[in-house]
Nanobody, 129 residues
Framework: DVQLQASGGGLVQTGESLRLSCAAS????????VGWFRQAPGKEREGVAA????????YYADSVKGRFTITKDNAEYTVYLQMTSLKPEDTAVYYC??????????????????????WGQGTLVTVSS
């Protein structure tokens, strides 16, 4: 079974940093796509960053560009989301999602929920002002 385990959330102050981890198991990690999504109270889930473990191509939402960095460690089957200069509006439950063998449609729509087949449990990030 495919499993994705998200971790690393917590409570920080404005301007601080956090690193989230998404550990995958049960998949061939060399050709996999991972996306980080977040959902704030009363809001829809939105994609914030995504990466292909095959070619390393990355995507970022405009709201996090320059502040968040998504990286991968193929040896550890883990994708990280380094978040810096955090703002109160970054407060949300963060989820990682994955799919094997991403096709061309994923590369064009990496932030659509339906482009992913597996979802991890969320990890809460709270940024205080």
């Amino acid at each position: 079974d495919v499993q994705l385990q998200a971790s690393g959330g917590g409570l920080v102050q404005t301007g601080e940093s956090l690193r989230l981890s998404c550990a995958a198991s049960g998949i061939s990690f060399d050709d996999y796509a991972v996306g980080w999504f977040r959902q704030a109270p009363g809001k829809e889930r939105e994609g914030v960053a995504a990466i292909s473990t095959h070619d390393g191509r990355r995507y970022y939402a405009d709201s996090v560009k320059g502040r968040f960095t998504i990286t991968k460690d193929n040896a550890e089957y883990t994708v990280y989301l380094q978040m810096t200069s955090l703002k109160p509006e970054d407060t949300a439950v963060y989820y990682c999602a994955g799919r094997s063998d991403p096709d061309s449609s994923w590369y064009h729509k990496a932030f659509r929920n339906d482009k992913y087949r597996s979802w991890g449990q969320g990890t809460l990030v709270t940024v205080s002002s």
